[in-house]
């Protein structure tokens, strides 16, 4: 790219200001990272856990920075102290976030390996290998979106570009020529494993060409160099050109962690690590060019030193998080769920299948919010597998309503990025078994923004799947996943059940503050009902009671919903009255709309759910009713769900399998209490 790329030192005279800065910085930086690893191999530790330390790699984030623009967003990997400072962070809330203290960025929640600072364009750093760059690709399609002009830096370590993760950020980003630069800090060694053992490239940017971007191997020990790179890379990504891969060689001069005493590594390897101290390699040239003294930078060592003694009794000296918080801000308030889009078509009322009124809430949606973005494989130009999206990007626009590559990673942790930087990314997983590749993206990151940001930021996405068996349906295209999201805290699950239900909790689910999950089914987009449009949006988490009962009650959700109605009509042919809820919602559970019809039914419950039975969420809501009642009445409760089997694709073998209206009748039946013989 530059003469800086090919190795050339841009020091020059007129450097001398700058320079000075960027050692500074660089001091402060190592500072730190000594510091946290004296607290945390203290005898007794102040910093409890594992310390991932960037000693050698400290001209990377403080050349980035000095060629970003103030409001340009950093995505850091686990390793990322030097980009929080580099970010602009203070040292107090970085050392005091390493120590656990309230004083931290993030309160103790994040500490050394997941503080985050979205609000101060520091999205964060991230534990999960890899992660970072879907997530980078949503803020530059919020960046585009909102056209600020503003590129995202994500740095990345060598280990993590043999990641499916990274594959499809990469994929995603060249795709969409997106504005983001990403940083490959190589120091060598994928953990405790050197990586020329998992690599046949001699550089990680030669994998650059392959996704159509440009890529370049530089010295990262260099400030000036990593700065000249970073500054033409982010202006060609300004300029509409699209991502570029910049490898940063460096040493590794520490452990992969805190205690890692590197019994593996060669002691040739550290001493060639030593002899490139970052530190050491940057003075000399500055020295030899005439740009300082030795005494000035031993005086500045010290001015830093300095620094850091004071921070440090500050954050020493500094409370302990307080335990009364630990719980808050897993999701908004209940009461603060609710903000209603602009005003769109007024009210309708016609005939409509279930993908129909999912369409009519996507194109309201898109209408009303100009945040909203809508995209996922094929749901563009051809408008979804199903149709859901049919038309909507003729209307709405390209930019607005896209086509991705096949890669759920990237689709997730894009619609993360974007949620956390102001957008509102309604994306499509065709199927809920594909989640699976890219559970990561919900559960670790969009799951935890709010948490540990203690509420300052948020991810509030929609994923729509669909789920469950339908004939012909493999068992890799028929799982009933829903409880295994139910269980993650931050989450919101919704299961609509009718076409009316497919309008309203879609559009509840959009202006819901929380990453929301809505799990459809394609058994149910054909069947077809009366559906009110309407601006309206309904309170989030409530249930539905189709039909009271006195002698008993059907709990259910989606695709049981016609069975459990239909059941209780032959039911009634026996003189038993029994009544459907129809739940909508498993997070927030309905609790209240729970105990009146249970109540109302003397207790007896059927739980009715297609999920497979060990582990399912009517589990969850037998447990909940024995909380709630405490015996008073006493809960007669059983379950009726699919047997704990992988899904044929045969019809007939579905048919044994699946709950039935039979079966339903049956264990209803079982509820009822025996008549006494009259004498």
């Not at 534990?127 to 585009?144: D, E, F, T, Y």
């Not at 302990?320 to 209603?340: F, I």
């Not at 005939?351 to 209408?367: D, F, G, H, M, V």
């Not at 016609?562 to 009634?572: G, N, P, R, T």
């Amino acid at each position: 790219m530059t003469a800086s790329a090919s190795g050339t030192s841009a020091i020059k005279n007129g450097d001398r200001s700058a320079c000075i800065a960027l050692m500074r910085e660089m001091l402060l930086i190592r500072e730190l990272e000594q510091r946290s690893l004296d607290l945390s191999t203290a005898i007794p530790p102040q910093i409890v856990g594992s310390v991932h330390l960037c000693a050698g790699q400290e001209a990377v984030p403080v050349g980035a920075l000095a060629a970003l623009g103030k409001n340009d967003q950093v995505i850091a990997t686990y390793r990322g102290h030097g980009w929080a400072l580099a970010s602009g962070l203070s040292v107090v809330e970085v050392l005091g976030e390493i120590c656990h203290k309230s004083i931290g960025i993030n309160g103790g929640r994040g500490g050394s390996a997941y503080m985050m600072a979205p609000e101060r364009r520091f999205v964060g750093e991230n534990s999960i290998v890899g992660a970072g760059l879907p997530i980078a690709c949503g803020v530059a399609m919020a960046n585009l979106a909102h056209d600020n002009g503003q590129v995202v830096i994500v740095s990345l370590g060598e280990g993590a570009f043999n990641q499916g993760s990274t594959h499809e950020g990469l994929a995603f980003a060249a795709a969409r020529s997106l504005p983001v630069l990403i940083v490959c800090e190589n120091n060598r060694w994928s953990e405790l494993t050197p990586s020329s053992q998992t690599f046949k490239i001699d550089r990680v940017a030669q994998r650059a060409n392959g996704y159509g971007m440009q890529g370049v191997t530089i010295d990262g020990t260099d400030p000036l160099i990593v700065r000249d790179t970073v500054r033409q890379a982010a202006d060609r990504a300004r300029q509409g050109n699209g991502p570029v891969l910049i490898e940063c060689r460096v040493p590794r001069l520490w452990g992969h962690y805190n205690r890692d005493i590197e019994h593996y590594r060669p002691k040739e390897d550290r001493e060639e690590a030593r002899a490139r101290d970052p530190l050491l390699t940057f003075s000399e040239k500055m020295i030899a060019a005439g740009l300082a003294s030795r005494e000035e930078l031993n005086e500045l060592a010290a001015s830093v030193k300095a620094e850091m003694d004071e921070a440090q009794a500050k954050v020493l000296d500094s409370p302990a998080p307080d335990p009364a918080n630990a719980a808050k801000h897993v999701w908004a308030a209940l009461d603060a769920q609710m903000s209603p889009g602009g005003k769109t078509k007024g009210v309708e009322e016609k005939t409509s299948s279930y993908i129909q009124a999912i369409n009519e809430a996507l194109s309201r949606e898109l209408a009303a919010r100009p945040e909203v973005l809508l995209y996922g494989e094929d749901v563009g130009f051809a408008g979804g597998i199903f149709g859901a999206s049919r038309g909507l990007q003729k209307i709405y626009g390209a930019e607005r309503v896209f086509d991705t590559p096949i890669s759920e990673s990237a689709i997730l942790g894009s619609a993360v990025g974007a949620a956390v930087m102001g957008m509102k990314p309604i994306v499509e997983i065709m199927w809920a078994d594909f989640m699976l590749v890219a559970l990561d993206q919900i559960i670790n990151q969009a799951a935890n923004v709010r948490y540990i940001t203690g509420g300052r930021s948020c991810a509030p996405m929609v994923v729509r799947t669909q789920q469950g068996a339908t004939p012909g349906s493999c068992a890799q295209h028929s799982q009933s996943l829903e409880a295994l999201l139910a269980h993650i805290p931050g989450l919101r699950i919704a299961i609509p059940s009718t076409p009316q239900d497919a309008y309203d909790i879609l559009r509840t689910a959009t202006a819901t503050p929380d990453p929301c999950i809505v799990f459809e089914s394609r058994a149910l987009y054909q069947t077809t009902g009366a559906v009110r449009y309407t601006d309206e949006i309904e309170p989030i988490g409530e249930s539905r009671l189709h039909k009271p009962g006195r002698d008993a009650m059907i709990i259910t959700w989606g695709t049981m919903l016609s069975v459990a109605l239909e059941a209780a009509a032959k039911l009634s042919e026996e003189d038993l009255d029994v009544g459907v809820l129809d739940l909508r919602w498993l997070c927030p559970l309905d609790t209240r709309g729970l105990r009146a019809a249970v109540k109302s039914a003397g207790g007896r419950v059927l739980v009715l759910h297609e999920a497979n039975q060990t582990g399912g969420f009517g589990a969850e809501i037998i447990a909940r009713l024995h909380e709630l009642f405490d015996g008073d009445p006493p809960i007669s409760a059983v379950r009726l769900a699919t047997p704990d089997v992988r899904m044929p694709a045969a019809p007939i073998l579905q048919r044994a399998l699946l709950p039935t209206v039979d079966k339903v009748i049956a264990e209803v039946r079982q509820l009822m209490p025996v008549k006494e013989e009259r004498a």
